[in-house]
């Protein structure tokens, strides 16, 4: 049964869980000078925006809410150059394309990504407890 | 929720007017209020119904509206049978009294 | 025989509808606090119904409430142009939740005074 305010929370959920998704490769790659395609590794960012939510039932002069989605996932294209002479893949002059990836920065994005995760479960977890108070009417 | 409504009223015998003792003015019959009574549990019955409807259809999504007008309907039927017991003690009692 | 019910029921029911859309304009803002360009928004009822005034006994139904969606920042827009900030929004989360659930409770406090005085002897 659609419950408009479920399905939004439950959209903000999916999103926000790709986002950790994205961060933790990025970590993950974070000193990767060597993938498949060849050349380093390029920092990955999420895109969020909003979405109507499917099934919403849409009353006669109501707004239409929209939850959020992941709109583009999209690689940067800069690497840093990072001076380390005996590495593997070092340039003549001892440089190396490293990825454009700060751990800092990264776990920042991971902090405020699980803290909007958290938050839409407890928006979850209200109406919860509004519709569980709502069935003892009557007991 | 409940059973549809059989016809109460049957049930029912209106009590022959007794002029009151004491000539108090001549007040509302019982029976009248259990027949309005019994219009309202129907109406109540009805509006139940169709907030369960709507919210298993996912037409509404109040789950507190629909939970208030089962509730209403249901403390309106219990009203409607306590006053129809009670119509039915008055009854039985008058009819020994004719003996 | 609405009388049986009263207005005071009527009112109570429609401050936990007001709850329950409230709950679905601050969800959306909750799901898009990370959204590039979004802005907060809430009921034009703010602050939440008077339950002092609600619970007084009315004859009379309450018509009803007239109620508007409207702009509501918890600051300036960032860089982004998103104005919302998580942690206000869970707490008016949670404290309209807790006010619905307290109408909700006055609700069958009401219905149950009502059912023991039909059963009364």
Known sequence: MPHGALSISASALSAQRTRLNVIAENLANANTTRTE??????????????????????????????GVRVGAVTAVPETRRQYMPGHPDADPEGYVEMPNVNPVLEMAEMMAATRAYEA???????????????????? | ???????????????????????????????????????????????????????????STDVTATMITMERASITLALMLQVRSRLLEAYQEIQRMQV | MSGLFGGAIEALRQASAFALRRHEILAENVANADTPGFRAHDLS????????????????????????????????ARPDGNDVDIDRQMVRLTQNAIYHNVVVHLLNARFNALKSAIQGR
């Open chain 1, 37 to 66: 395609a060849g050349g380093p590794y390029h920092r990955r960012v999420v895109r969020l925006e909003s979405e109507a939510p499917p099934f919403a039932s849409l009353l006669p002069g109501e707004p239409q809410l929209r």
């Open chain 3, 45 to 76: 009822f703010a602050s939440e119904l008077d339950l002092a005034r609600l619970v007084q006994s009315r004859p009379d139904p309450v018509s009803e409430l007239d109620v508007r969606i409207v702009d509501a920042p918890d600051g300036p």
């Open chain 1, 120 to 139: 839409n479960v407890t928006a979850i977890q209200a109406l919860k407890g509004m519709a569980q108070k709502a069935l003892e009417l009557g007991r």
């Open chain 2, 1 to 59: 929720m409940a059973d549809p409504i059989a016809p109460i009223a049957a049930d029912v015998r209106p009590v022959a007017p007794v002029a009151p003792p004491s000539g108090a003015p001549d007040g509302v019959r019982f029976v009248d209020t259990l027949k309005g009574l019994i219009g309202e549990v129907e109406q109540a019955q009805k509006a139940a119904e169709e907030a369960a409807r709507a919210y298993a259809t996912g037409r």
